[in-house]
């Protein structure tokens, strides 16, 4: 069908036209992908959302080792409020609770419900846990200084061996949430690293996998790493930092951690 023949689309209420929105955004991020794989020459892709294989072009037949995740849902927002990266929430604001915005396990993987702390809200200590004494210590205090607000945690263990972890740290406004990104990560690494990984170096997050408005450091652990590899990623959008840790014995999988990180950044866009 030509353009000249193509029917006017109908008017939608400006709640449907905007999920519409984001459904084309999603599918051309996945074009995209697709795409910069195909120059590669690496065959792989990550998901955006639970789209069947044999809707994607040129995925339909092959494995790519992303992970089978429920069909993502935001939680509504109470009435009137913006969203975090609305134009008009000058403080970034993520008005849902944040507990419903962590992104759910996937198929056949096993919750962690240590986790799940105290209704859904984890003690700062619990995710200082991640850190040795010194780096526990300080990272700490640069929290306690921020004035962060709450954290809420998920994890899960995949058939594979793969350990996830999603950590959303809530500040109290966009800008301290920018400012706390220094305490997270450098320019070549985390900022403080993690227990039993102490050395890492940028990961190649796809450029076509990145969200609009949306920050991100990506870092995988360096050779020579011991009987397993980290990798962890840190993903700012409005008040809150999402950090999002894979470690798997013998080597952590990049396409699955991608994909992750993809998923949990747009629920909290």
Known sequence: MTESQTPPAPDLPPAQAGKDRRRTRAVLRWAAVVAVFALTGTGTAYGISRADRADLPGLASRSDGRWEYPALVRPP??????????????????????????????RNATVDKALSGTDGWLPVKDFLAQYDGKERHELGQELTDLGLRHVTARGWTTPDGTRTRIDLLQFATAEVAEESESSFASFDGPRHPLRGAPAFEPEGFPEAARLDKVWLAAFAEAKPYGKEQTRVAFATAGDTVAMVTQSRPGGAAAVPFWQTVTLQSELLA
């Not at 970034?92 to 992104?103: F, M, N, V």
Request: proline share 17%.
């Open 77 to 106: 927002l109470p009435s009137g409020s913006p969203g975090p990266l609305a134009d008009g929430n000058k403080a970034g604001t993520h008005y849902a609770d944040l507990r419903a915005l962590l992104l759910p396990a996937p």
